[in-house]
């Protein structure tokens, strides 16, 4: 076994061969699925609690609070207290809800977030699959969410819900065109679909520096747009909590309440591992050409924690948006992307365009 | 719309909300602007101030001796009822009846802490106390009686009524 | 004729209803609105009050003069120390009592504190009703420094019964004019961190302009008065027409704005604020030396005659009449409550808006549920 914290290449062939030497391929094939299942649920698990942890004690900070520091030391069991704690709260069951979909709907959204993790470059080697289209299998598997919010909305027959799914629906069907597009002008940089290759172009210099500004706008377009799609921050229209309550999961309870909590800070997780493998460099170490001593520094540091460090880095700056703005109304929301949003993109997306035919980034 | 126009409003949103950022941002950065108190822990520490208005008490020295001769002007001040009296006639050594009161009772449930019962009080005996913890478990125990068990009345009664008037 | 029957609500039965409260987060307390909607848009308000009616003006009658001081803390308990001045002011109105220079002062000073600390509540509880979460922790923070003050001389933080006919319950702390000038530097510079957070901000201000626009003319014959009413251009402020206390002797601006909306009302709350930190300014260093107190007879007795005292309050104006029939009781106590008033215009501001207008319109009018009912 040759177990390389810098590549993981070697590590995954020979678990890969240890098992096809053992057992039949299909079987194996089972196996390796049965253990990348295994690792996702324990990574999804501790990822979002100790979100939820650290949004709490970032919003404790921007209001010069505390935040939690009763469980654990500096609190860090709370949410595992949490979690618990809504395991063993009764589930409330609407007398007239359709009892199948309002069952169903909190299971669709956390697979819906589930399934985005498989196509993420953790590291050099470290993804479950590597589709030759990653980017569009993120769209596409990023969108899955929003059915299951507006499943929640219709079938708790409430009317806070039904209002918070409407506006759901309407938020992540526009603003997935911005996200779409931003990513794309990324894809015309790198020109490919494959989230490896796009993290091996970025070995001499990240996108958002090598692409200048039109990278720079497209950066901030996906940082709201992406933010927007997440239902969260400035856009958390569908559970506006002094409108709505809470919006499509007001009649939610127990743990399938904290399976839309959970999905939340998932999905943020998500795009921001999005953002920092597309425009950061994903698991690239920070690399100044000329300045070899530095760049070796950097190389020491393993690319998982680079890869962790970037998504951090979004992610504080998504709570940052969320504990400073003000909520948008809905046809602000609907304004801000089609008239603001899309046609500066589709802007810089041509501008891209142009910029690459003429070789104007930096190679 | 004017091209200008439109970039010009981008441009003033994005400013306007760098503003906010930067307040938050200033305040996310500096741990020892922190304002939260962790309570129980700091119970020894705590500063109350001197006036502070936690629960009425009758004030006993040393030899367990107060100065309420149960006239009632509290009980009748009280606009909700929290204090009742029970007082006792009894014969003193002179072989005159004295009035002494046998319960000075004090619901703490009912009371608005308006302070009329301490500001009316002719023999200065009840004051306001410091503590604030009154979380109980049973509503009963809110009724207090405020002169302790044992307790009699001090003798020097009419000097401290008169020092008050003059 | 016509502008008034507007307002008549007729139902139907296929209407979209919604119930925003007695339980929900924005209606700051137990005041349910009966929503129509057409989509997101708001078709018609019916607010429903008496949820925590307590019969104040009923116990009134029951209580003497010094034990009704008590009950007006719980109306409005963010402006508790201008309730309790007005019952004060109508009694000594009605005995003819000259209370001390001392005691105007003290009781200037405190009712602008009490604006102060009002306002700084409602301005977090409106940037949280917007979605801005993190103004509800500057506002309470900012707050701490007053209710401080206020724990140092009465005892008690909100509802400090301080006042009794013929001046206070006793003298203010030694402290008091220090820590006052200490808070108006704190505040002075913490203000416009206020305006960098909330008031410049966009998505804020795309929220505020020009939505619930309150014309001067509704505004006077719905007795919409306070910030709110000042935000119309209608000019209400009883401080400046009619001085009471110590508000002759001080210069203050009525803060006026013409454009009625959300932002105008929100703008006026805001520049209260300074105005009553140069008050206050004015007030502290010139406080006259003297008794807290004038003597009273312990059981008073107003003349038989019926006696009237308006302040104003953090939210409007306070009307206080008293009935007395030469009793030690009132025979009838009547208080206009300013929020009674400002609630009964959000049908006619928010209607045709969204539901998220409807939030934030109930925002600036800053409804305090306990002085609706009494």
């Known amino acids: 076994m040759d177990f390389n914290i810098y590549d993981f290449t070697s590590f995954t062939t020979w678990v890969h061969n240890a098992l096809t030497s053992s057992m039949s391929p299909g079987w194996a094939m089972f196996v390796e699925l049965a253990i990348v299942g295994v690792v996702f649920i324990a990574f999804y698990a501790v990822i979002g609690l100790y979100l939820v942890y650290a949004e709490r004690k970032v919003c404790a900070l921007i209001q010069n609070r505390k935040g939690p520091n009763r469980v654990g030391p500096f609190g860090l069991l709370q949410t595992i207290a949490d979690l618990f704690k809504l395991l063993m709260k009764e589930l409330i069951y609407i007398k007239n809800a359709d009892k199948f979909l309002f069952n169903l709907a909190p299971f669709i959204v956390i697979i819906a977030s589930f399934m985005a993790i498989a196509a993420l470059p953790f590291a050099k080697g470290l993804h479950a699959i590597d589709l030759n289209i990653g980017i569009f299998y993120l769209f596409a598997v990023s969108s899955l969410g929003v059915i299951g919010i507006l499943l929640a909305g219709w079938s708790s027959n409430s009317k806070y819900s039904l209002i918070g799914a409407i506006r759901s629906g309407a938020q992540v069907v526009s603003y997935e065109l911005s996200v779409g597009l931003a990513l794309l002008s990324i894809v015309i940089f790198s020109g490919s679909m494959q989230l490896s290759t796009i993290v091996e172009s970025q070995a001499n210099g990240w996108w958002i520096i090598k692409g200048h500004i039109p990278a720079i706008i497209s950066f901030l377009i996906f940082l709201v747009a992406s933010t927007a799609e997440t239902n969260r921050g400035p856009f958390d229209l569908a559970e506006a909590e002094s409108e709505l309550t809470a919006g499509f999961h007001t009649e939610y309870s127990g743990i399938k309440f904290a399976f839309f909590f959970l999905a939340e800070y998932m999905n943020m997780f998500i795009v921001a591992a999005i953002a920092a493998t597309v425009f950061l460099g994903g698991w690239m170490p920070f690399h100044i050409p000329g300045l070899d001593g530095m760049n070796h520094v950097m190389d020491y540091i393993p690319p998982f924690v680079w890869f962790m460090g970037k998504t951090a880095f979004i992610i504080f700056i998504m709570m940052w948006f969320k504990w400073t703005f003000p909520r948008l109304r809905i046809d602000q929301l609907l304004k801000l992307e089609w008239k603001y949003l899309l046609p500066l993109n589709l802007m810089n997306i041509v501008l891209i365009a142009f910029i690459v035919l003429m070789g104007w980034y930096i190679k | ?166 | 004729m016509e502008e008034i029957f507007q307002d008549i609500i007729i139902k139907k039965s296929d209407d979209y209803i919604i119930n925003m409260g007695p339980q929900h987060p924005s209606t700051h307390g137990v005041l349910r609105f009966e929503l129509c909607l057409l989509g997101e848009t708001v078709k018609y308000i019916i607010p429903h009050c008496g949820y925590i009616h307590r019969g104040i003006e009923k116990m009134c009658e029951k209580n003497t003069y010094q034990q009704i001081i008590h009950l007006t803390d719980r109306f409005d308990y963010l402006s508790a120390h201008m309730n309790n001045e007005a019952v004060c002011l109508a009694v000594e109105n009605a005995l003819e009592v000259e209370v001390p220079e001392r005691v105007k002062y003290i009781r200037t000073i405190l009712a602008e504190l009490n604006r102060i600390a009002s306002h700084q509540l409602w301005w977090c509880a409106f940037g949280m009703d917007l979605g801005a979460l993190t103004t509800f922790f500057y506002g309470l923070r900012d707050r701490e420094p007053i209710l401080d003050i206020f724990e140092e001389s009465f005892g008690s933080r909100l509802l400090h019964s301080f006042n009794c006919p013929g001046g206070l319950m006793h003298d203010v702390h030694p402290n008091f004019q220090k820590k006052i000038k200490d808070f108006i530097k704190y505040f002075r510079k913490i203000l416009p961190e206020y305006d960098q957070l909330l008031t410049g901000n966009i998505i804020f201000q795309q929220r505020s302009i020009g939505m619930g626009i309150l014309s001067k003319e509704d505004a006077i014959s719905y007795g919409v008065t306070g910030p709110s009413g000042r935000g119309s251009g209608f000019k209400c402020d009883v401080r400046k027409h009619h001085p009471y206390s110590a508000y002759s002797k001080v210069d203050f601006k009525e803060i006026l704005y013409t454009e009625g909306d959300t932002f105008a009302r929100y703008k006026a709350r805001i520049d209260e604020m300074w105005e009553s930190l140069n008050i206050l300014e004015q007030l502290v260093d010139n406080m006259p030396a003297g008794d807290y107190t004038v003597k009273m007879k312990p059981i008073i007795k107003l003349p038989a005659g019926d006696y009237f005292q308006r302040v104003e309050t953090a939210r409007g104006e306070l009307g206080c009449y008293i009935v007395s029939d030469g009793n030690k009781n009132p025979l009838r106590v009547k208080f206009r409550t300013p929020n009674f008033s400002n609630l009964f215009i959000i049908n006619k501001l928010a209607s045709g808006n969204k539901i998220a207008d409807l939030v934030a319109i109930s925002g600036s009018l800053d409804l305090v549920i306990p002085d609706i009912d009494r």
């Not at chain 2, 308006?114 to 049973?138: R, Y």
């Not at chain 2, 068990?149 to 009419?158: L, V, W």
């Open chain 2, 1 to 166: 719309m004017n091209i200008f126009k439109y970039f010009g409003e981008v441009f003033g949103a994005i400013r306007s909300l760098w503003a906010g950022m930067r307040v938050t941002g200033y305040y996310s950065i500096r741990p020892g602007k922190v304002v939260t108190q962790k309570y129980p822990e700091n119970r020894k520490k705590l500063i109350i101030a001197e006036r502070f208005k936690g629960e009425v008490i009758m004030t006993h020295d040393a030899n367990n001796q107060h100065s309420c001769n149960g006239c009632g002007i509290c009980e009748m001040n009280c606009p909700n009822g929290s204090i009742e009296i029970i007082s006792n006639k009894i014969t003193n050594a002179e072989g005159k009846s004295e009035r002494v009161i046998d319960k000075h009772i004090y619901h703490l449930s009912m009371c608005t802490f308006c302070s009329l019962c301490i500001k009316t009080c002719p023999s200065n005996s009840i004051t306001w106390g410091h503590d604030f913890e009154h979380a109980v478990f049973d509503r009963n125990k809110l009724t207090k009686v405020l002169n302790q068990p044992g307790s009699s009345i001090r003798k020097e009664i009419k000097e401290v009524k008169e020092t008050k008037e003059a």
